[in-house]
């Protein structure tokens, strides 16, 4: 294909060297990553964790998937999409993220999280019962538009 | 591969490449590589379900006018029948109907002649592409066939009713419905991302962005429109077979899961694909449109700007079919502004059109007809689409027949008017013979006429309160008083007068394909590049070398030319 | 090649056809796989016993897991180099070699699952680990469909012919790459 003349000015200044030492820089932030957790504080944990996250998948799709090479419309198209996903987060997260509602409430969360405040269930252990199965209360998420 | 492009394209015989032997016919038109051909198993597959569609929604209708009869063809009609025959109608006419026909053949057939290719960039990927969509129609078509019978829990799919078997009485079914609709989907990324890169690509040397016709824009734009739009609802498809089959939780709220994360998972899909169908159908009409009033389109760009805008906006929409569903009051002021706001861009879509027409020699041959009649049936389902994207009118108009009525003011002027204006358009180039227009004409009133009939006195019904989801209304005396019954009456025996009409579509298709005047190149006399090859297109589309594009589409009635048409690719 | 259209051989938007496509199913997955995460978050914030449930999973699987993964990338950019080169032995070697990390991969997911499976967190335990197995399940399933392209394209760099697939399917693992950079903190560090 056409692209080799297009492509060999970009990627051939820097020979399989560079993509190693990007490797490395990679790897060196995963263990950061890893121990990031150990210190038990949690800004620092989400920090590493996914401030790391973002800052290896820029490694990559820079220096592995050579995106800078690429016309600008294939950063626009793959923001657009990224945008699109922060819009459906920012659209059905303050629905999904409560447990109760205009006429309707979730059962099974509202007692687990009542368990676990109260320390009843610790959620390490096994996992059979510990989302409220019973209650049989079905008629907090039922049809009834009462009023 | 071949390196020297410019060369080939000159001097080069591009069928020669690929098209020189004499294929026999299993090759070429059962595992096809050229997009015409594709295009045509796409354009039949779906009027064949169209078929199928329109038969779903002559039962029920007759179940609705007259409880309890036994419907010619079906028999007594089950509640259970009811269920499947409706959502079934809703899921084949939209995603087996209006997306192969509007976006998969017209676009197969479109894209490559109009931007001046020999064919699609990635043939076997559209080969692909159609085979994983007949495989997505026999499986859904095949959950008629199942223990249980088919889904009918509505084209929405909601859960719990399409994930809990006891609720829903159709295991099967309703995994067969969530699995076809997935593979449709799987089906048409393949088919858009040929149609994206096909069209960013390999347009005739000299064809700019603004020389693009519209109808290749906007089936361009909907293709994008879908593969951003489509992948919550991939991954809530996953989620549902995992429920329906797996007994996870993900969408019930006895067991940690929430049911409203479907409906956001839907309709962030759900509402964007209203647009995806749409703008097909726009493009389609600029291009009859302008061909028929010889005039440039006014305002080339305002459209393909209004076309983005709206796209954009259609994914800040989605809210607004779950008003009722519980969602945030906040959110719903949010998501009732921004529908209001997104009426704008299509009005003002509407208005180039008008002022397109403006001024212009109108003849109105039977394609032109179809235009006509999109805009003016599309305004009535816009304009009422403003009812009901204000939240607190919709509390009472949700679930109710005027949305019914509504929707398919919008989808029936897409999905029916829109393909009919370009498939009696570009009928000369596909199967190389006119069509009998008065034939055509006829059809056009025996169509249009009995379509108002049918959803005109829904609205009435809707505004009275009638709910979407009755299977008899006669359990329901203040919805069965007798004006209801006789506007109902009116509906089915109009639906089956259209449906009885499209005979006369198949038997004008069927003798002008055969015995039809032969048609020109250009009968037409248009613009673009489609037209400078021969009808039909042999394989590779120009067998005597692509052609070159020197200006827009829109060129009528240049001051300076004797003709009132300026080809694309003749030289200045 | 002759079977190819000229419309393939086309570059105006200036970009090769095959590299300009693989960046557009790069953003559609990138939808699919926005939706089952976002909507993992919005449980994951919503619920403190998800945190939980989240320490259940092997820290030290997923950092091995990531580290074979980012290996088979190392080695997926160097065969897009030797094909660049038109080594194309060297190129379909270092794309087996990213086969095998893929292949590693999937075992040591099997490993993980197996165990936790039979220590009762399976699919069906709640919601949690729904997500898990859904959202690891989706990148398991595009990490099986890059080795088989990987495996055919290497079948054809070993004969020198389409050695620009090689960076088509090298760009392709990358994303798959990139999507489990953001699976490991989200199923196993944040805690």
Redesign the interface.
Known sequence: ????A???DG??EH??SH??KI?FW??GL?IV??I??EFGIQWL??I???G??IV??YL??V????INL??R??VY??A???I??L???A?????????S?????????IE??RA??AGE????A???D??G?G?GD?A??GEE?GH | MAESIPVEEHHGDPAGDHGHHEMSFVSKYVFPLDHKIIAMQYLFTGMFMALIGGFFSYVFRMQLAFPGMEVPGWGVVSPADYNALVTNHGTIMIFWVAMPVLIAAFGNYLIPLMIGADDMVFPKINRLSYQVFLVSAIVILGAFFVEGGAFGGAWTAYPPLSTKAEYNLTGLGSTLWITAVFLEFVAFLLGGINFIVTCMNSRAPGMKMWDIPMVVWMIVIASILFMLSVGPLLAGGIMMIFDQNLGTAFFDPDRGGDPILWQHLFWFFGHPEVYVVLLPAVGIVADVMTTFSRKKLFGYKTVLYTAIGTGVLSFTVWAHHQFIAGIDPRMANVFTVTTLLISVPIAEMLFVYIATLYGGSITLTTPMLWALAFIFEFLIGGITGIFLGASGNDIYMHDTYFVLAHFHYTFYPIAIIGTYAGFTYWFPKMFGKMMNDTLGKLHFWLTIIPFNLIFLPLFVLGASGQHRRIYDFTNYPELAQPWQQDLRILASVSLCVMLGAQVLFFYNVITSWMSGKKAEKNPWKANSLEWTADSPPPHGNWPEGLPNCYRGPYEYSHPDREEDYWPQNEPA | MSEMPIATTRSAAGMPTARLAVWWIIASEIVIFGGVLGSYIMHRLAHGIWADYAANTNTEIGLINTFVLLTSSLAAVLAHQAAERGDGQRAANLLYATTGGGLVFLCIKGYEWSYEISHGMTITANTFWSFYYTAAGIHALHVIAGMILMVITAGWAKKNEHLHRVEIIGVYWHFVDVVWIFLFPLLYIAK
């Open positions: 294909m056409s692209d080799h297009e492509t060999a990627h051939d020979g399989d993509y190693i490797y990679l790897l995963l990553s890893y990031g957790p944990t989400l590493t964790a996914f790391i996250a290896k998948a990559v799709t220096h592995f998937m050579h690429t016309p419309y294939v198209t793959v657009t999409s990224l699109f996903m819009l459906f987060f659209g059905a997260a303050p629905d999904v993220m409560k447990d509602g205009t006429n309707w409430q979730k059962p099974a969360w687990a999280e676990y405040e269930v610790s959620g390490v096994d996992h059979g510990d989302h199965a209650h079905e907090g998420h538009s």
